[in-house]
């Protein structure tokens, strides 16, 4: 691993500056003169070159609040637990199945890669049992945190289950718990960049992209199987996937999350498959530059593109820019300003709170599309879940894939897909896990302190009673039903309360998750010095080059990277309609003129 990796890391954390682990510029040997971004993100600031890198600990907005002041989960004000995570995800949370009717399964999905791209918790691939059949195993691992299941919880209850499966997130402590105290906090480790930097697809680090790397003309590996180009077989498919057969597709990818779902695995491969056709495109027009050369140019212009359709096709759809100029925005004019000052790290409650809103998106059955767009099937979720063999099927990646741009989201409300909150991982089980409960639980483990904390962070104010939060949220039941399950106004928590908030009009969320998002973005955009926008003459792109920079979107990406897929509706994200979103030829979209590498 890099040498960074190997220093002591120190723990900073203050109003402006949020907790990151620093590594001294002395620690590591930075390029300054490289155009390209590295692998695990470090020396993106020359300054403090760990910020943004790989297996360094989330940011803070607000210091973590645990239980014994270093890292057992947070208590009740009265000093008690807090509900049952599957017990607020039961009493607080429908089941129903409501879409959202002006935006695509995509966003939803697309999403989660970006998720995916800027945080993946340490040991969040361990496979450490905690409950087995529904009961807690004899001398469970430390790291066990299950989630408690009542006798009379109605879905689960009459199975006999007790507890559902949870690991806690390893920390710096874990590793070296002598250096934990009442001063010091126990903070979570990302194994993934920071940085919009596609990492899920190009690895974070030198040693997960190089067994990706095909090392000959700067292509990624692929297998070709029936004339499409596919990701690599995962040597360790066993513990990644759910195979039902030793035949089943099991992808080795930048993540090994890409085999969560069909769709996940679609993004995946579209990203992958489009670092191949750049730098194809490149080849031809620079027959000189080498291997390295070509890949590193390739994976420039695809994180550019990359970079160019979620801040500007993707994220004003759920989050538009204010009107105020508000300098903490995603973006108040078009051109990049650096700011070396500004930290890109993740935030653990933008990752851990604010950003799984989302899931209230994921719908539990994934249609798959005919040409015309008429529905030719739809399969489960959870019977695809760590199983995307479906997508080598004969006609069923190109189905899928635009099932994916035509089928409606969820809405993001106060309901979460019946797949998700009682069969996510069944398998063969008679029982599965719930994502919210998960959600809930995730957000304990990592110490993210209450609702009214990070209220009162964001300048919003606090709630004093239950009756305050009567204006904030959906309904006026809404605080009575939070009354009903904590003891305590305060005891409320981020990833609940942000959920119940009114919506800003115009946006997918309420105003502390607003706060949060908006701070995240627009810290993971001027935080990063190769973001494409920048004029830097040592990593930013020519003028023409970054004008047609600014032609990418994801339509054309969908259409050049998907065999037998002819049209596309410009906007991907958006619902088909026969007006201004009506599904175009392919050849008609608008694409990046790669000539202009010459």
């Not at 999403?111 to 049992?129: E, K, N, R, Y």
């Not at 359709?309 to 300003?337: A, C, M, T």
């Not at 719908?363 to 879940?385: C, P, Q, W, Y």
């Amino acid at each position: 691993m890099w040498m960074f990796l190997k220093v002591l890391l120190v723990v900073c954390c203050s109003w402006c500056s949020w907790c990151c682990r620093e590594v001294s510029a002395q620690a590591t040997n930075c390029n300054v003169t490289s155009p390209y971004r590295t692998l695990d993100g470090s020396c993106n600031n020359l300054q403090n070159p760990s910020w943004g890198a790989s297996n360094t600990g989330y940011g803070r907005l607000v210091a973590a609040d645990y239980g014994d002041g270093v890292k057992s989960p947070r208590k009740a004000t009265g000093g008690s637990d807090l509900p049952s995570a599957r017990l607020l995800s039961m009493k607080l949370f429908g089941d129903e199945h409501v879409v959202e009717p002006a935006f695509t399964l995509l966003s939803m999905q697309f999403g989660q890669l970006v998720a995916h791209d800027m945080g993946f918790t340490s040991g969040g691939a361990d496979i450490l049992p905690c409950c087995s059949g529904g009961k807690l195993v004899s001398n469970p691992v430390p790291r066990c945190y299950p989630i408690p299941v009542a006798s009379d919880d109605p879905v689960m209850g009459s199975a006999g289950v007790q507890c559902l499966d949870f690991l806690r997130t390893i920390t710096d402590c874990d590793a070296n718990p002598s250096s934990c105290s009442n001063s010091k906090k126990a903070e979570q480790l990302n194994t993934a960049t920071s940085f919009i930097d596609l990492s899920v697809v190009y690895g974070n680090s030198v040693e997960e992209n190089t067994p990706l790397r095909q090392f000959s003309g700067g292509l990624m590996k692929v297998e070709t199987r029936d004339g499409s180009d596919w990701p690599p077989r995962n040597p360790n498919a066993s513990s990644v996937c759910v195979q039902r057969s030793p035949e089943d597709a099991c992808y080795l990818t930048g993540d090994a999350r890409a085999n969560i779902s069909p769709h996940m695995a679609i993004l995946h491969i579209l990203f992958l498959r489009e670092h191949n056709r750049i730098a194809k495109h490149l080849a031809a027009l620079h027959p000189a530059w080498d291997d390295e050369k070509l890949f590193q140019e390739a994976r420039r212009i695809n994180i550019a593109q990359y970079q160019q359709i979620v801040f500007y096709e993707w994220l004003p759809n759920f989050l538009p820019l204010p009107d105020n100029g508000d300098k903490r925005s995603l973006v108040s004019v078009l051109d990049h300003q650096y700011r070396g000052d500004v930290n890109p790290t993740t935030l653990n409650s933008n990752a851990h709170a604010a950003f799984r809103y989302f899931h209230s998106a994921i719908v539990g059955h994934l249609h798959l599309d005919h040409e015309n767009r008429t529905k030719a099937g739809e399969i489960s979720f959870t019977d695809h879940t760590l199983n995307p063999a479906i997508l080598e099927a004969p006609c069923k990646y190109a189905q899928l894939s635009r099932g994916l741009a035509t089928q409606p989201m969820g809405r993001i409300d106060l309901n979460i897909d019946r797949e998700l909150k009682h069969n996510l991982f069944k398998f063969d089980a008679p029982f599965g896990n719930d994502l919210r409960a998960i959600d809930i639980q995730r957000a304990r483990d990592h110490g993210l302190p209450s609702y009214n904390r990070f209220r009162e962070r964001c300048g919003l104010p606090k709630a004093a009673s239950f009756d305050d939060l009567t204006s904030l949220l959906h309904s006026p039941q809404d605080a009575a039903r939070l009354a009903s399950v904590y003891a305590s106004v305060d005891d409320v928590e981020l990833t609940v309360a942000g959920l119940f908030e009114k919506h800003i009009p115009g946006t997918q969320v309420g105003a502390t998750f607003r706060c949060i998002l908006l701070e995240q973005f627009h810290r993971t955009r001027v935080g990063d010095r190769f973001f494409f926008e920048t004029s830097d003459p040592i990593v930013g792109f020519s003028k023409e080059q970054f004008k047609q920079l600014r032609k990418a979107n994801m339509a054309r990406l969908l259409c050049d990277n998907t065999p037998k897929l002819e049209g596309m509706q410009s906007k991907a994200f958006a619902a088909i309609d026969a007006g201004s979103n009506k599904v175009l030829p392919c050849s008609s979209l608008p694409a990046v003129d790669l000539d202009s590498w010459k």
